[in-house]
């Protein structure tokens, strides 16, 4: 099946520094990309939703200045965490998407990032 | 807005089968899915279900879908301890995010 691969794995930074995570789809071409984020003993919510060469759409209460969304190209799209600090920490999951039929409407997840913010 | 709800918890004896029942409120779902995650991994899409099957079967996994009750569970026959996990049921329409439940946290023992 596709592949999306999604580092880093696990990251542990300070508070205030900024943290980017990668999403490649590596053999189908993600038209649009997913982010989640998902707390601990909670389900995934969605934060945004990216289609390549527009701006991410963003949830209701999820600061887009504080989680940039690129998706510059059909294989790759980066969550930046901004400035993060101990309530970013979570574990982001990242899914690709390359259309509308009833074989491409499977999205793709990639094994996620957990951030720590110390 | 649209809702999926599933149990907490189930735990079942090796051998025996589990039954992981769903239910969801948008009757315009188009997909309906199962995901498993494993402690500290991403998810693994399990097996999916559109809208006007009722039920779909893959080796030891069965889904079956009730639209008027919108209803959707997966039966795992002859559980091993590895099928220990969270299992997230989760629907979408064509090409939109999906909306995921809390998870049933599934625990088999030997």
């Known amino acids: 099946g596709a592949v999306v691969s999604q580092h880093p794995s696990w990251v542990i930074c300070k508070s205030g520094t900024s943290v980017k995570i990668e999403c490649r789809s590596l053999d189908f071409q993600a038209t649009t990309m997913f982010w989640y984020r998902q707390f601990p003993k909670q389900s995934l919510m969605l934060m945004a939703t990216s289609n390549e060469g527009s701006k991410a759409t963003y949830e209701q209460g999820v600061e887009k200045d504080k989680f940039l969304i690129n998706h510059a190209s059909l294989t790759l799209s980066t969550l930046t965490v901004t400035s993060a600090h101990p309530e970013d920490s979570s574990f982001y999951i990242c899914?690709?998407?390359?259309?509308?039929?009833?074989?491409?409407?499977?999205?793709?997840f990639g094994a996620g990032t957990r951030l720590s913010v110390l | 807005g649209e809702d999926v709800e599933q149990s907490l918890f189930l735990s079942v004896r090796e051998g025996d089968s589990s039954v992981i029942n769903c239910t969801y409120t948008d009757s315009s779902s188009t997909y309906l899915y199962w995901y498993k995650q494993e402690p500290g991994a991403g998810l693994q899409l399990l097996t999916y279900?559109?809208?006007?099957?009722d039920m779909k079967q893959d080796q030891r996994l069965t889904v079956l879908l009730n639209k008027k009750d919108k209803h959707l569970s997966l039966r795992i026959a002859d559980t091993q301890t590895g099928d220990s996990a969270i299992y997230f049921c989760?629907?979408?329409?064509?090409?939109?995010?999906?909306?995921f439940g809390k998870g049933t946290t599934l625990s088999v023992s030997s």
């Open positions: 989760a629907e979408n329409q064509a090409g939109t995010a999906l909306i």
């Open positions: 279900i559109f809208s006007n099957m």
């Open positions: 899914s690709g998407g390359n259309g509308v039929s009833v074989a491409k409407n499977i999205q793709y």
